[in-house]
């Protein structure tokens, strides 16, 4: 079994996983693996350099996680590109792992699930949700300013739409206990399926 685990930013997507891997889902952070991309992809590097210039870098090929999001997320083109780039690569790495472990359960966290239309991956599909507030307010406590956590809450499908589309809905606005029984409650739930 294959789940895609997708929500708002700041919603609580990794505390969620976290709480699936500890039912014994093989965790799979795809923020994590296009950080890994953009610091060891020789071809991304040297692309990204093409692309967007020295302002991008931290150093001679050191990508500036930071610098590069400012760009991106002012520039829909921009985003586009490096979309275009990415997720190739990390479409690539999810069929090797899933190939080489195919009798394991994975979750697999996906912010932009829905808008890239990556349901066929998944046998199901999770939303973490949150109230706008407690959401602005993770994001702030992140370091994200209220105009930036904004900007990047927008380059997302409302949380609304991402809850009607998604097949399970997990509320995370009370205490982690109330986030874990439902993870419990879902785990239990697709072991009958």
């Known amino acids: 079994m294959i789940l895609g685990l997708t929500g ?22 795809s923020d994590a693996i296009i950080r890994e991309i ?15 210039g020295p302002g991008v870098f931290a150093g001679s090929d050191v990508v500036s996680r930071s610098r590069l999001a400012r760009r991106v ?21 999810w069929r090797t792992a899933f190939s080489a472990q195919p009798s394991r359960s994975w979750v697999v966290e996906v912010p932009l699930l829905f808008e890239k239309s990556l349901q066929n991956w998944f046998d199901f599909t999770v939303c973490v949700a949150s109230h706008p507030s407690v959401q602005l307010a993770r994001l702030e406590q992140r370091g994200l300013s209220p105009p930036l956590a904004r900007k990047r809450i927008s380059k ?8 009607v589309l998604a097949d399970f809905v997990l509320l995370n606005d009370g205490s982690s206990d109330f986030l874990r029984d439902q993870v419990a409650t879902l785990v239990s739930s697709l072991s009958t399926l």
């Not at 953009?38 to 967007?52: C, G, K, M, P």
């Not at 985003?79 to 275009?84: A, F, I, K, Q």
């Not at 997302?156 to 809850?163: D, E, H, S, V």
Request: hydrophobic share 50%.
């Open 38 to 52: 953009l610091q060891n992809d020789r071809a991304v590097i040297v692309a990204i350099r093409a692309h967007f």
């Open 73 to 93: 997320f002012s520039d829909e083109a921009a985003l586009r590109w490096l979309e275009d780039l990415l997720h190739p690569r990390l479409y690539a790495y």
């Open 156 to 163: 997302q499908l409302p949380l609304a739409q991402k809850i």
């Open 8 to 29: 708002g930013i700041g919603c609580g997507k990794t505390t969620t996983a976290k709480m699936l891997v500890a039912h014994g889902l093989v965790p799979l952070d």
